[in-house]
């Protein structure tokens, strides 16, 4: 019945952050800060991921069609399907909820550890909306990291399979353009945003509401990064079964 | 001036503090005493509204606290200044930054009043050559100086601070408490100060409210808490070698 709780406290927490804004003068460089340390310093463990995995699901495709009946664009084909409708969206969240999940947790928890958000509530200052908003604002340029990904994972593709000899540049780049469907892309990107609110809020949550000294950081973290992911997964679920069964 | 009307708050089964009635003078530091866990914190916090009391009532003025009236909380807010037992200051922002926090959120005035205003206060808690630099890189005085100037910026009219001199060498403690003190009377604030270091209670003890279990037991200021036959107040004050030698002085003294 605990969960319930933690439910509704984490949907009152939504709202208070929608409540009495920071100044916009003070908001604006909260949310350029958060740009940076959310969005910016996450490129290059994006694009590193992105383009080995994609490199990955090309080989293993190659590896596991065995039958000459099958079409040489095959690779390009499952590639391009399984960056942009799962790998990118799905799988990169995932990894973010472990890198920018654990900092949000970790830098709120440790501010609330050392009673630097009681001094914004002394102050008057709406520490959910302080703390909180420039996080989500920030994550609406999500989506920019997961088209990174989906470029790179595609690329990766290519460049394994075409150099590893598993397909030829012709045939990879033909089944990338293969069957393609705009709504598959509207339809990751629909899952991107809903992604980054999750990945924003739920850290947030653990780390505004946790309870002790730095261990207990550590563990915050650590839940937090778990229940972001479960999360993830639910939603990818529910969102899969609305749009696309 | 701050009054309490028999304030008492709970944590589900446990009563923390219980009936509390006092009144914190303007222009005087208002020490709480207490042992740990005699509910110092907890009455504090109250005050602050950072808890809801179960019941009793606080005035701030003669205006009645009400935290359902956000405009009126807005206002009292803004006339609060606090000093954390840990400092609280920001760690991604410079002493600069810290101590222009509140007039940034707060204030109508251009960058260049803000950052003269804060200089001004820097000056008030003889701050030096800090500017630039980030919490990490001050001593736990220097960061107690900063935590005052943030709190004084504003100007405000109630001044808490808890344990402001813990963690601190006896000589740092004593200067810190006498700039507390400085700075309450020249600014004509009501300053209450959580604390359970006899030091600060003799240095600046003009009034004191002694707590035990929850419950106020005792009230009066630093001289009169060395003379008074009260047991559990005596047990408090001398319990250091220090003060029952001073005692004993007294004594043979008189």
């Not at chain 1, 095959?74 to 990169?92: N, Y």
């Not at chain 1, 520490?127 to 999500?142: E, G, Q, R, V």
């Not at chain 1, 990291?145 to 595609?154: E, H």
């Not at chain 2, 001289?223 to 004050?237: S, Y």
Request: net charge positive; proline share 2%; hydrophobic share 45%.
């Amino acid at each position: 019945m605990r969960i319930f709780f933690h439910i509704g406290r984490y949907f009152l927490m939504i709202n208070y952050t929608f409540t009495k804004f920071t100044k916009w003068s003070v908001l604006k460089k909260l949310i350029i800060q958060e740009i940076d340390d959310l969005i910016i310093g996450s490129i290059w463990i994006v694009a590193f991921m992105s383009f080995l995995v994609g490199g990955v699901v090309a080989i293993q495709t190659a590896l596991n069609i065995e039958s000459p009946f099958l079409p040489g664009n095959l690779i390009g084909f499952a590639t391009r399907q399984s960056v942009v409708l799962e790998f990118a969206p799905t799988l990169i969240s995932i990894i973010m909820a472990g890198k920018v999940g654990s900092f949000i947790t970790s830098s709120i928890g440790t501010m609330r550890v050392t009673e630097q958000i009681d001094a914004l509530e002394v102050m008057g200052v709406n520490s959910f909306n302080y703390l909180i908003f420039p996080k989500i604002i920030s994550l609406l340029l999500y989506p920019f990291l997961i088209t990174l990904a989906m470029f790179l994972g595609i690329l990766g593709g290519y460049v394994c399979s075409v150099y590893a000899g598993f397909s030829t540049s012709f045939d990879f780049i033909q089944g990338i353009q293969l069957d393609f469907k705009v709504f598959h892309v509207v339809y990751a990107y629909i899952k991107t945003i809903l992604f980054a609110f999750i990945l924003a809020t739920i850290p947030s949550y653990h780390g505004f509401f946790m309870k002790g000294g730095a261990l207990e950081v550590g563990k915050a973290s650590n839940i937090s990064f778990v229940w972001t992911s479960i999360v993830i997964i639910i939603i990818n679920f529910v969102v899969t079964q609305l749009l696309l069964s | 001036m701050i009054k309490v009307n028999n304030i008492s708050k709970s944590f589900v089964n446990t009563q923390v503090i219980s009936n509390i009635s006092a009144t914190f003078e303007k222009g005087k530091t208002n020490l709480i005493i207490g042992q740990s866990g005699s509910g110092k914190t907890v009455l504090m916090k109250c005050l602050l509204g950072l808890y809801d009391v179960d019941n009793g009532e606080i005035f701030f003025d003669e205006k009645k606290y009400d935290k359902d009236n956000i405009s009126n909380m807005s206002n009292l807010r803004k006339q609060i200044g606090m000093v954390f037992q840990g400092s609280a200051l920001f760690d991604s922002m410079t002493v600069l930054d810290n101590i222009m926090f509140p007039l940034r959120m707060f204030s109508s005035k251009s960058e260049s009043d803000m950052i003269s205003r804060a200089k001004e206060v820097i000056k008030r808690v003889d701050l030096k050559d800090s500017d630039d630099k980030y919490p990490s890189e001050i001593s736990g005085g220097m960061k107690k100086r900063v935590a005052i100037a943030r709190a004084i910026v504003l100007n405000p009219k109630y001044l808490f601070c808890d344990e402001p001199n813990s963690g601190l060498d006896p000589k740092t403690a004593i200067i810190i408490d006498k700039l507390i003190q400085e700075i309450t009377v020249e600014y004509n604030i009501t300053t209450i100060i959580n604390t359970h270091d006899m030091n600060s209670v003799m240095e600046i003890g003009d009034k004191i409210i002694f707590l035990v279990e929850g419950k106020k037991i005792w009230e009066g200021n630093n001289q009169e808490i060395l003379n008074t036959d009260d047991k559990l107040i005596n047990d408090f004050v001398y319990s250091s070698e220090i003060f029952k030698k001073v005692k004993l002085s007294q004594k043979k003294k008189s």
